[in-house]
């Protein structure tokens, strides 16, 4: 979900993809006319605004999506095989609270196969907020002031190891100002929800002054492991194929809970710590 300029969209990659990405959300079309929703909405606690939209006009959203990505020359970053993952897992979730690292032209089909859940987006860049929400203002995005770079990557894992603060008995990142990998600097909208899904796919993690994904990833993990309801985190992590993505996988997101991987995705069903103890993996 980097921006454009960077790889975000692939424009030579062949239309097959627009039609496979149109299909599916018609499919989550289909699937949200004729799904019972109504008991579940109860928990999805959206901000106003995109509550009234959603509420109001549940399937404009996915028409909307239709419409951008049947008449856009851009596509998402994720190819057909990797967004099924995704897909699947919501069309049996939805509504439900659905954490994104990351925005852009894709949001838009997050956001619908999510249509009457709560989605929300965290991005680095808040210019690329504001460029995106000029197309698609009904999306929920929050700007995130990342304090990693992608060159103390191992340096952060050597921080872990050592920090109290960082381990997972204690696992909380509200307020862990000591433990480096923590996101402490969220809304407490971020914290305050259980995310039935998380997907990361940001901050950028291709340079050494990027912020990395090393402390998305602890974040994410720490999210999962808190969960209070039922059921297990699905934490979805894009880019498994660059060396950080893949160590810092290893070391919280676990092999043992790695369900599927398809290309450069792998999917994880992580339960909560009180079921599995108190380490990470």
């Known amino acids: 979900m980097q921006k454009q300029n960077h790889s975000h969209f692939k424009p030579e990659r062949s239309w097959c993809l627009v039609i496979s990405l149109v299909g599916l959300l018609g499919g989550a079309l289909f699937i949200s006319l004729f799904l019972k929703?109504?008991?579940?909405?109860?928990?999805?606690?959206?901000?106003k605004a995109q509550e009234k939209f959603l509420v109001d006009n549940p399937q404009q959203l996915l028409l909307d999506a239709i419409l951008h990505y049947a008449t856009s020359r851009v596509i998402p970053q994720q190819n057909i095989n990797e967004i099924r993952i995704?897909?699947?897992?919501?069309?049996?979730?939805?509504?439900?609270?659905?954490?994104?690292?990351?925005?852009?032209?894709?949001?838009?089909?997050?956001?619908?196969?999510?249509?009457?859940?709560?989605?929300?987006?965290?991005?680095?860049d808040p210019k690329w907020v504001e460029t995106i929400l000029k197309d698609a203002p009904f999306l929920h995005a929050e700007t995130v002031k990342y304090r990693?770079?992608?060159?103390?990557?191992?340096?952060?894992?050597?921080?872990?190891?050592?920090?109290p603060d960082c381990s997972a008995k204690k696992?909380?990142?509200?307020?862990?100002?000591?433990?480096?990998?923590?996101?402490?600097?969220?809304?407490?909208?971020?914290?305050?929800?259980?995310?039935?899904?998380?997907?990361?796919?940001?901050?950028?993690g291709y340079f050494a002054e990027a912020p990395g994904?090393?402390?998305?990833?602890?974040?994410?993990?720490?999210?999962?492991?808190?969960?209070?309801?039922?059921?297990?985190?699905?934490?979805?992590?894009?880019?498994?194929?660059?060396?950080?993505?893949?160590?810092?996988?290893?070391?919280?997101?676990?092999?043992?809970?790695?369900?599927?991987?398809?290309?450069?995705?792998?999917?994880?069903?992580?339960?909560?710590?009180?079921?599995v103890g108190d380490s990470f993996c």
């Open 37 to 47: 929703t109504s008991n579940n909405l109860i928990g999805c606690n959206n901000n």
């Open 86 to 124: 995704s897909f699947d897992v919501l069309k049996n979730r939805t509504p439900c609270n659905f954490l994104v690292f990351g925005l852009g032209h894709d949001s838009q089909m997050w956001a619908s196969f999510n249509s009457r859940g709560n989605t929300l987006f965290l991005e680095e």
């Open 148 to 163: 990693t770079m992608l060159s103390e990557a191992d340096e952060l894992v050597e921080h872990f190891h050592k920090e």
């Open 171 to 204: 696992s909380f990142i509200r307020g862990n100002h000591g433990c480096k990998l923590a996101l402490d600097m969220l809304s407490d909208e971020v914290y305050n929800k259980e995310w039935d899904l998380i997907m990361i796919d940001a901050p950028r």
């Open 213 to 275: 994904r090393m402390a998305a990833i602890y974040s994410a993990a720490v999210m999962a492991r808190n969960r209070k309801g039922k059921g297990v985190t699905h934490v979805f992590l894009h880019d498994v194929e660059r060396k950080v993505e893949k160590i810092y996988a290893e070391l919280f997101l676990c092999r043992k809970y790695l369900v599927k991987g398809v290309g450069r995705l792998w999917h994880f069903e992580i339960p909560p710590s009180s079921n």
